[in-house]
Nanobody, 120 residues
Framework: QAQFVESGGGLVQAGGSLRLSCTAS????????VGWFRQAPGKEREFAAA????????YYADSVKGRFTISRDNAKNTVYLQMNSLKPEDTAVYYC?????????????WGQGTQVTVSS
């Protein structure tokens, strides 16, 4: 079973940037759809971004479109989330996810989560 390790979270001021990384072990990313979800305190987990395993089609939630960029490096078994122009409402635990099928909402495997806090 694939395992995922996330890194890159932290505390940043509004308007700043962070890059999250999620590295898989046990099997390769290349045939997987990958994505990022987030969960703010007291709220349900929500979709942020995803990249399909078919033609690397990319999907974004409206709330992050134009500010976040998802990318992948299959040679490193890693998916990234570049987050720019961060807002306090982006504060959440961010989870990477993956699925061994074509989907815009991967959800079969999950990372442990990394905290992102944006101060105003």
């Amino acid at each position: 079973q694939a395992q995922f390790v996330e890194s890159g979270g932290g505390l940043v001021q509004a308007g700043g940037s962070l890059r999250l990384s999620c590295t898989a072990s046990g099997r390769t990313f290349s045939s997987y759809a990958v994505g990022w979800f987030r969960q703010a305190p007291g709220k349900e987990r929500e979709f942020a971004a995803a990249m399909s395993n078919w033609r690397n089609i990319i999907y974004y939630a409206d709330s992050v479109k134009g500010r976040f960029t998802i990318s992948r490096d299959n040679a490193k078994n890693t998916v990234y989330l570049q987050m720019n122009s961060l807002k306090p409402e982006d504060t959440a635990v961010y989870y990477c996810a993956a699925s061994p099928r074509t989907t815009s909402r991967p959800n079969d495997y999950w990372g442990q989560g990394t905290q992102v806090t944006v101060s105003s």
